[in-house]
């Protein structure tokens, strides 16, 4: 009996991920495998999907963004957020990087090495705060002295901390909305403190403390003045093209605006945000006949020599006129000593 053969291709492997260290304590895995992409110095991913495993792929998913995908290959981009999301599940920047190089047909480029190492820095030296209570002051000069006021804090003796220019980070809550201190409490729907036109300003209430208002009026409008801002198409389609939606524009204009956003406004705002041309509105040149005499008005009306040049009828006293037999119903009316 002849003896079977099995015959390897050397480039094919059969790979297996090591995951002897993974336990919920210490979620670091390694999966290991040559050959299955190549990480390129601009943060590209090129991987070979004839030679990597679905954990591989789960991997990039979570710490790449999905770029594009072919019959034989997965392009993938590392960048400052999809890291941080793979380093917020739980992978340590060490199980990344060698993970990465595991499954890599080169080296890693060294810049590479040493931007993921200095994104994971700024992301240690950032607190988030999912609850936070803020002061504001009207200046630095004014947010600095009443720290030097009140040393341990605000003033008034709260405990806090200076943050940015003109912010003070309470260490316990406060009562919001009290006579001297107004609020703005984020955890309610948001404030409605702008006007909106039908011309697309948008006016911001004066004196609002709402911390988020500005920038999101930023987003979509021009600023042209202190609370004044313009809604253009050169501005929205600049807020579209960084991959926001116009319907959320529609639902900031809905949520924020003290009137009802104004319909023709609205109107704009969709064929702005449409690649389809609308039809377009015809504005044309009209003539108007009127007779304030309603007779003498339906007489003319009922003529046969001026019918063929009459079109429709507006009120009870006018009816507009064919553009280009203006001189013959002048000539008509003048006959009968209706006009000069």
Partial sequence: MASRQQHHHPHQQTPTPDVTNA???NPEVVYSLQNAWVVQPNFEIVAYLDHITSLQLAFLNRHAESTSSLQHTAHYRLTRDSVYQGLESGTPIESLLATLQSGARNQLPQNILVELRSWVKLRE????HRSAHLVE???KELRDAALALHPSGAAGGMSGDAVGERFVLLQSPMPLGDDTLPGVDYHQPPVKCI????????????????????????QWAEQVAP??????QASVSAALKT???ISELYYFLESRSNNPPPPFLMLALRHWASNKRPKSATVENVILLRHSNPKI????LASKQLQPY???????DAVLVDVRAADIVKRLLAWARLAD
Avoid: C, M
């Fill in 310 to 316: 009459l079109r429709d009828r507006l009120g009870q």
């Fill in 23 to 25: 336990t919920p304590e």
């Fill in 137 to 139: 002051y009207a200046s």
């Fill in 195 to 218: 006007t909106t036109s039908e011309s697309g300003e948008l006016l911001l209430k004066a004196g609002s403390i709402d911390l988020l208002i500005a920038a999101q009026l930023s």
């Fill in 227 to 232: 609370n004044h801002w313009q809604l253009t």
């Fill in 125 to 128: 030296q950032t607190v988030l």
């Fill in 297 to 300: 008005f339906e007489t003319l």
């Fill in 243 to 245: 991959g926001a939606n």
